[in-house]
């Protein structure tokens, strides 16, 4: 026993964990993993992780989408090629997998996030949209006012809002236009309009993806030619079937086939996207406080032979002079004693800090200026462009998310309740939205006279007559006579009733005249 405690064998010290990185790009080196293959496998498995079996050649069963398929990562790369990219590089794209939607729900707190997603929601929305008939159906502008009063009842602004703010904090949003129909199996069926009764419609529900569980069928799922691939046919909703085409959704960031179990048939959101450069830019802008604090330190230079060999005395003289070391005490030092101050550099911590949150906005989509309320910095950037391609991005929105929402929306509402009120038939209407940039009263003032001076020259012309001005400015709510009655005014109209401004100006006449 003592033998055996004397000459037994020594425990091994444990060593300390590795401290986990703090950002992608550092080493991410996992020491229990012996490898490199079982590094990137671990990797990988954060993309593909969702199961769909099925047979392999050599009889074993693998996922679609695991990232141990011989068919896709084999031991020499991928497919028949190989890899090209470095085993470090590859396994770092890798871990770039989805972060799941609670995630996202929390990372969505942070006020830049918050911002990044709802911004351009808001301003997608923010000019509204005109309703237009374009079928060839002569419909009343009552049944227009109509209209756009039950899309206040119906709340839709908010609805389009968080429509847009949530597709792009989840990655995917689905938007059930809610019925009350007699038939129990009408959302198991394919959306049917002829299966919407009188005062049926009652208004959108958007769920959250969490609360959803998609389902493939049939071909959807064996069938690359289908058109509909690896689409969901139903999503199971508290334990209901709703067919896919009752849904409006919403996707961010579309994935490709491979990727889209992993991302539960969603996409990329915008906090997947940029909540590691959020995090750099707001360490980079905790640091500028703690060196505004900190730029000047203090050398203190001493006989180190004494001082080591007083300790007590020498830590009694440091704080006694650290207690007077401000800008506003005396600074009590000994002859033989010197002090040195250095001071750290903070020209262009500034720049260096709005550096970082310019590239959370470019990743957001959104300008820097718009997105933080301060002129960019570094870039030399004039914003006219920024501005440019952010007015693209919200016609993007607008075209791909915003528009089926209102149509959808718009062909029920007409179906369940404006046509059973004023007894007409089923109509479609066209969506147009008002422009993006928007201007001040003097620009306003500016178009409307360049407005009037090209309709004095077209009714002098005999090209319109004072009728189609007057329609014209009733049908502009910009005009400042858009209240105006059509009515009052005489079917026919003289040229003494536009009197000519080009009287004073013989060449102007004579321009119209040749003309």
């Known amino acids: 026993m003592i033998f055996s405690k004397i000459f037994g064998k020594k425990k091994e010290e444990e060593k300390p964990k590795k401290l986990k990185p703090v950002f992608s790009t550092d080493d991410f080196y996992d020491e229990n993993l012996e490898t490199s293959e079982e590094r990137l496998s671990n990797a990988l498995k954060k993309t593909f992780q969702r199961e769909l079996v099925v047979e392999g050649k050599d009889g074993k069963k693998f996922a679609m989408d695991n990232s141990l398929k011989p068919s896709l990562f084999g031991d020499s790369g991928c497919g028949n090629f190989p890899i090209i990219v470095s085993e470090a590089q590859l396994s770092w794209y890798a871990s770039q997998g989805f972060i799941g939607h609670q995630t996202c729900a929390i990372i969505a707190q942070h006020w830049l996030v918050n911002k990044a997603c709802t911004v351009p929601a808001r301003d997608a929305i923010r000019n509204g ?14 049944i227009i006012s109509e209209i756009r009063k039950q899309d206040k009842k119906y709340n839709l602004i908010k609805n389009m809002l968080q429509f847009v703010r949530m597709g792009r ?26 299966g919407v009764t009188p005062g049926s419609y009652k208004g959108i529900a ?25 689409e969901p046919v139903y999503w199971m909703i508290s334990g ?14 579309e994935v490709p086939d491979i990727l889209k179990p992993t991302y ?12 590691e450069r959020i995090y750099a830019a707001e360490r980079t802008a905790n640091e500028a406080p703690q060196l505004a604090l900190t730029k000047r330190s203090c050398l203190y230079k001493t006989d180190m032979a004494n001082a080591i060999a007083n300790q007590p005395a020498f830590e009694s003289r440091v704080a006694f002079t650290t207690r007077f070391m401000d800008n506003y005490g005396v600074r009590v030092i000994d002859k033989n004693d010197e002090f040195e101050f250095l001071d750290t550099n903070l020209a262009d911590l500034d720049n260096l800090i ?12 959104v300008p820097a200026d718009k997105l933080l309320g301060t002129a960019p910095k570094g870039f030399n950037a004039t914003g006219e462009f920024q501005q440019k391609n952010y007015h693209e991005e919200l016609e993007s929105i607008q075209c791909h998310y915003l528009t089926p ?22 109509f479609e209407i066209e969506i147009k939205w008002t422009e993006l940039n928007s201007v001040d009263a003097k620009e306003q003032a500016e178009i409307n006279k360049l407005d009037a001076e090209t309709d004095s020259i077209l009714v002098q012309s005999g090209a319109v007559d004072g009728r ?9 709510k910009n005009s400042g006579f858009n209240g105006l009655d059509t009515d009052d005014l005489p079917e026919n109209n003289t040229q003494e009733d536009f009197p000519d401004d080009n009287e004073d100006n013989p060449e102007s006449t004579e321009k119209l005249e040749i003309k």
């Open 129 to 142: 949209y005109n309703i237009t008939v374009n079928d060839g159906n002569d419909i009343d502008e009552d």
């Open 405 to 426: 929402l209102l149509e959808r929306h718009h062909e029920l509402l007409i179906r369940s309740y404006i046509c059973p009120k004023y007894g007409i038939s089923p």
């Open 468 to 476: 189609d001005v007057r329609n014209k400015l009733v049908s502009n």
């Open 240 to 253: 209901k079937r709703i067919h896919r085409s009752h849904f409006v959704i919403m996707i961010n960031g």
């Open 264 to 275: 539960y048939w969603g996409g990329i959101s915008v906090p997947q996207e940029i909540y």
């Open 206 to 230: 958007q769920i959250d993806p969490y609360w959803t569980a998609p389902q493939l069928l049939g071909n959807a799922v064996t069938d690359p030619t289908q058109i509909n691939f690896y």
């Open 169 to 194: 904090i989840f990655g995917i949003r689905l938007a059930l236009f809610k019925v009350d129909s007699t038939d129990p199996e009408y959302y198991e069926k394919p959306f049917n309009i002829d």
């Open 354 to 365: 709005m550096t970082q949150y310019q590239l959370v906005a470019a990743i957001a989509n």
